[in-house]
T-cell receptor, first 113, second 110 residues
Framework: GAGVSQSPSNKVTEKGKDVELRCDPI?????LYWYRQSLGQGLEFLIY????????KSGLPSDRFSAERTGGSVSTLTIQRTQQEDSAVYLC???????????FGPGTRLLVL | TQLLEQSPQFLSIQEGENLTVYCNSS?????LQWYRQEPGEGPVLLVT?????EVKKLKRLTFQFGDARKDSSLHITAAQPGDTGLYLC??????????FGKGTLLTVNP
């Protein structure tokens, strides 16, 4: 079956612009996670959605970052007024009944010039 | 937040050699996961270890969980170029969100 998909695969933007990153989880998975992977910092948790519950936003680094999940499926991560330090790979993962098993997408590589 | 330290950071070996990479913490793990990430892809779960002293095998990969559940190791026998990748250990927290180590970047040369 189809895995987690993310788009775009690569994004180059100018400092100060807004970007939107999309994640399509595995069909039927109720849990969705966003992580960020950058040089020197490794992989860091950003935000978690589970069904209709309020999201866990404890990993978002600043109020320029936000995410939503529409209809319990597709999620969009938005970064406003991008900064050069936002350059990283943004990974999405989803999980189903066995929440310990997360399936990752290929990521969106964001470069802020 | 529990910090996971992985070593070595980089490892370059020849095909056929054996290797071990490590994941350590100052705190006890409830469980620990190992992932492999290839270039341009997301991490893929290899194994979850839960019980202190546990050993799991996955073909040429052997995973050990320390008796005190504060350390883990991954041993690869007769490494192949296809084993090349970033090996990450991760600890699950509340809401199952994962805390990752910084990884060991393994290169297996033919």
């Amino acid at each position: 079956g189809a895995g987690v998909s993310q788009s775009p695969s690569n994004k180059v933007t100018e400092k100060g612009k807004d970007v939107e990153l999309r994640c399509d989880p595995i069909s039927g998975h109720t849990a969705l996670y966003w992580y960020r992977q950058s040089l020197g910092q490794g992989l860091e948790f950003l935000i978690y959605f589970q069904g209709n519950s309020a999201p866990d936003k404890s990993g978002l680094p600043s109020d320029r970052f936000s995410a939503e999940r529409t209809g319990g499926s597709v999620s969009t991560l938005t970064i406003q007024r991008t900064q050069q330090e936002d350059s990283a790979v943004y990974l999405c993962a989803s999980s189903g009944q066995i929440q310990e098993t997360q399936y990752f997408g290929p990521g969106t590589r964001l470069l802020v010039l | 937040t529990q910090l996971l330290e992985q070593s070595p950071q980089f490892l370059s070996i020849q095909e056929g050699e054996n290797l071990t990479v490590y994941c350590n913490s100052s705190s006890v793990f409830s469980s620990l996961q190992w992932y492999r990430q290839e270039p341009g892809e997301g991490p893929v779960l290899l194994v979850t270890v839960v019980t202190g002293g546990e050993v799991k095998k996955l073909k040429r990969l052997t995973f050990q969980f320390g008796d005190a559940r504060k350390d883990s190791s991954l041993h690869i026998t007769a490494a192949q170029p296809g084993d090349t990748g970033l090996y990450l250990c991760a600890q699950g927290g509340s809401n199952y969100k994962l805390t990752f180590g910084k990884g060991t970047l393994l290169t297996v040369n033919p």
